[in-house]
T-cell receptor, first 109, second 117 residues
Framework: GQNIDQPTEMTATEGAIVQINCTYQTSGFNGLFWYQQHAGEAPTFLSYNVLDGLEEKGRFSSFLSRSKGYSYLLLKELQMKDSASYLCAVTDSNYQLIWGAGTKLIIKP | GAVVSQHPSWVICKSGTSVKIECRSLDFQATTMFWYRQFPKQSLMLMATSNEGSKATYEQGVEKDKFLINHASLTLSTLTVTSAHPEDSSFYIC?????????????FGPGTRLTVL
């Protein structure tokens, strides 16, 4: 079956760095997405990785290793507004998005 | 990026009534749209894939006759929750893929919060 694993919840301090991991087992791979979702709102796009390596976009970076079925989202200089759920999603061979359950990130002052 | 709108943003209805939710792609044509449901503190659950001009593809466990999907044009898909019951209360989110884009990114609408009394 298809499966995406990410931690349920993480806590970090304002100004610090946090890494949210995601491992996946899917039938085929056509890219991995990270989305941010604030409570009561729809997800918003953060990053997309289809090749191995690190993609940096401001305070957020995303890494992919296809051979290991592994990705992480790195958030630097954490701000209180970064408190949200972070969703990992993989596009399989049928170009269908398979979603992880999300990681709730709590930022403390 | 591409914009997807949803209407209404929230709706409260009585048990047994039907509710229609609209999903529109505003600046691109979407041959495929997706309907998700999200219960509190849970992840997105794909309900169905809506294909323009053809029948929707429903996920296992989703009742086709209860959740009617119509994708009549390249910019509009509708989800009708028929004979709604309190257990149908949820956050319904649509998304669309821009076929002209470089990635398979799905652009999400703002969601519709349905409360069935």
């Amino acid at each position: 079956g298809q499966n995406i694993d990410q931690p349920t919840e993480m806590t970090a301090t304002e100004g610090a760095i946090v890494q949210i991991n995601c491992t996946y087992q899917t039938s085929g791979f056509n890219g991995l997405f990270w989305y941010q979702q604030h409570a009561g709102e729809a997800p918003t796009f953060l990053s997309y990785n289809v090749l191995d390596g690190l993609e940096e976009k401001g305070r957020f970076s995303s890494f992919l290793s296809r051979s290991k079925g592994y990705s992480y989202l790195l958030l630097k200089e954490l701000q209180m507004k970064d408190s949200a759920s972070y969703l990992c999603a993989v596009t399989d061979s049928n170009y269908q998005l398979i979603w992880g359950a999300g990681t709730k990130l709590i930022i403390k002052p | 990026g591409a914009v997807v709108s949803q209407h209404p943003s929230w709706v409260i209805c009585k048990s047994g009534t039907s509710v229609k939710i609209e999903c529109r792609s505003l600046d691109f044509q979407a041959t495929t749209m997706f309907w998700y449901r999200q219960f509190p503190k849970q992840s997105l659950m794909l309900m169905a894939t809506s294909n323009e001009g053809s029948k929707a593809t429903y996920e296992q466990g989703v009742e086709k006759d209860k959740f009617l999907i119509n994708h009549a044009s390249l910019t509009l898909s509708t989800l009708t929750v028929t004979s709604a019951h309190p257990e149908d209360s949820s956050f319904y989110i649509c998304s669309a893929r821009d076929p002209s884009g470089d990635t398979n990114e799905q652009f999400f609408g703002p969601g519709t919060r349905l409360t069935v009394l």
